[in-house]
């Protein structure tokens, strides 16, 4: 799918969403000034869009205020800081801009380097979160086919692409489950008139248009058989500001009994703000209500309250989704208990252990004997179950890595899962005699003999943060080949990630100190993923 969102040639690339319907037109925004002036103006909008773009913003000022290889940080703070503030409700722009700025003093490439990271991320960052919503509709809503109601816009003009609220309605489209959206015009600016119904038929999605104030009728005389909605700030007790219309909806949608799930990424939580009372509401322009098309259809004058957004209480939420989790809400509805539910089953590292050791089986005497194979074949044949896995390590690298290195040979399939997902080059770490060319290699021990491992000599660029995968940790001696092998590319590891530990071989005690996610730990209770101890100089 086409990104709203690019970078070329130094340049911020976008589509222009005051002139959608009517036309489809690029827009090139090549200062902080004319970013700015696109966010605030809502030429550029969505949580997740103007996250990435703020990001791309302190890129550029970093490049503009360099010369001879010397960065003005100052200037380039500077900018930061009128970046962040452009719209203070959606706390996606502030965290972009602050992970861009973390970089700042490895250089300006550095800083695009991570705003180029996030704009791959975004992406599968989306799917992976439409993709729990829609499973959890399917769960809360058995009328089939599905009419959805949705608020504002929350698709790929939202987002760099896919969507949040309306990606869940692509997916749940794309299996023939969806009868009809109604489509909120949502004011202001009509973002859902103007883009989400040019989304939907652009998807050709059969959907149809009402004004605000007729979503809560739709739901009174069950219209409407789940509402998905997006959200630009979700306060640390759960409470959700989302564009004004959102409170009227969900007050509506729980006296009808409606489920009312919420979809957006985990950059939207804000646990630092306790409730929704702590939420800066941003108020637009008087003439958004007074005039219509430049022409007036109020009293010159007349005063005027123009909210952007307002806050849903958790009580009225049934579960929030994020590319990580499905948290249920306040509502004491049997769909909160489904909720609950559903998210225990994706996202807890104990009950994530227990699937993965479910479908686990241990071969005696395999490949030799006197040894017990840990055989995973159950695991892979398990999509859902290997996607959950490969978001649980997705989750904890997310923004540290370069490169991912997948071990032969059972390391590929997750290596490769977790490389798209980040974003980021894979690299084969294989047996000798596999791979043409010039290699580096290194031997290491197995609990049943000895191999080596090899990388092609160009493959891992010095100073990359390696993220190394593989399948089982069991005496850790192939793990520990791959950090030396990372090592001796000049490189540096961030991370380990594997499908299963065997916590009685003692493997975890010679990976001197890196961090390690393991899914599943036979021998011992299974902790979060565990921090290693720093190596003894002794």
Not at 194 to 209: G, N, Q, S, V, Y
Not at 307 to 321: C, E, G, M, R
Not at 406 to 412: M, T, V
Request: hydrophobic fraction near 45%.
């Amino acid at each position: 799918m086409e990104r709203s969102v690019a970078w070329e040639d130094d340049t911020i690339v976008t589509v222009d969403q005051r002139a959608l319907p009517h036309a489809y037109r690029p827009l090139r925004l090549t200062t902080v000034d004319g970013l700015i002036d696109a966010i605030t103006s809502l030429a550029i909008r969505g949580a997740p869009a103007i996250g990435v773009a703020g990001a791309l913003g302190v890129a550029m000022s970093a490049i503009r205020h360099t010369s001879d290889g010397v960065v003005d940080a100052a200037s380039v703070h500077a900018d930061a800081a009128r970046i962040a503030a452009a719209r203070p409700t959606a706390v996606n722009l502030a965290r972009g801009v602050g992970r861009a700025l973390s970089r700042l003093a490895d250089g300006p490439q550095s800083v695009l380097f991570e705003a180029e990271a996030m704009l791959r991320e975004d992406e599968e960052i989306n799917r992976t979160a439409a993709r729990r919503a829609a499973d959890l509709v399917k769960l809360l809503c058995p009328q089939r086919p599905l009419r959805v109601l949705t608020h504002c816009n929350t698709g790929r003009l939202a987002t760099t692409a896919w969507g949040t609220a309306l990606g869940a309605v692509r997916a749940l489209s794309a299996e023939g489950l969806i009868e009809e959206v109604l489509v909120d015009e949502t004011r202001p600016l009509l973002q859902g008139a103007r883009l989400t119904t040019w989304e939907l038929a652009e998807a050709d999605i059969p959907h149809r248009l009402c004004v605000d104030s007729a979503g809560p009728a739709a739901l009174d005389n069950a219209m409407v058989d789940c509402v998905l909605v997006g959200a630009d700030r979700i306060a640390g007790n759960g409470d959700v500001a989302n564009k004004v219309g959102t409170y009227s909806l969900a007050a509506a949608a729980a006296r009808a009994g409606v489920p009312f799930v919420v979809v957006a990424p985990e950059s939207t939580l804000d646990p630092s703000t306790a409730t929704g009372r702590d939420i800066a509401i941003e108020e637009r322009p008087a003439d958004e209500v007074t005039h219509y098309a430049g022409r007036p259809v109020a009293p010159a004058g007349t005063p005027v309250f123009n909210p952007a957004f307002d806050i849903t209480p958790h009580s009225l939420v049934t579960a929030v989704v994020t590319e990580r989790a499905v948290m249920p809400g306040g509502r004491p509805t049997p769909s909160q208990e489904v909720a609950h539910e559903y998210s225990a089953g994706r996202s807890d590292p104990a009950v994530l252990s227990r699937r993965v050791l479910e479908r686990c089986r241990e071969i005696p005497d395999f490949p030799r004997a006197g040894v017990a194979f840990q055989d995973l074949g159950e695991v892979y044949r398990d999509h859902t179950l290997l996607g959950d896995i490969a978001t649980g390590v997705q989750d904890r690298f997310r923004g540290r890595c370069d490169l991912v290195l997948a071990l032969e040979a059972r390391g590929f399939p997750l290596g490769a899962i977790v490389a798209q997902r980040l974003g980021t080059a894979l690299v084969l770490g294989r047996k000798p005699g596999k791979l043409p060319g010039a290699v580096l290699s290194v031997d290491y021990g197995l609990e049943y003999g000895s191999d080596s491992l090899e990388v092609q000599e160009d493959a891992v660029p010095p100073g990359a943060r390696v993220l190394v995968v593989d399948d089982v940790l069991a005496t850790g001696g192939t793990l520990d080949a791959a950090i030396r092998l990372v090592e001796a590319c000049g490189a540096e590891v961030c991370g380990l990630a594997v499908i299963t530990e065997l916590a009685e071989l003692g493997g975890r005690a010679r990976l001197r100190g890196h961090e390690l996610f393991a899914a599943s730990l036979v021998g011992v209770p299974h902790p979060a993923t565990v921090q290693l101890p720093a190596p003894s100089n002794a």
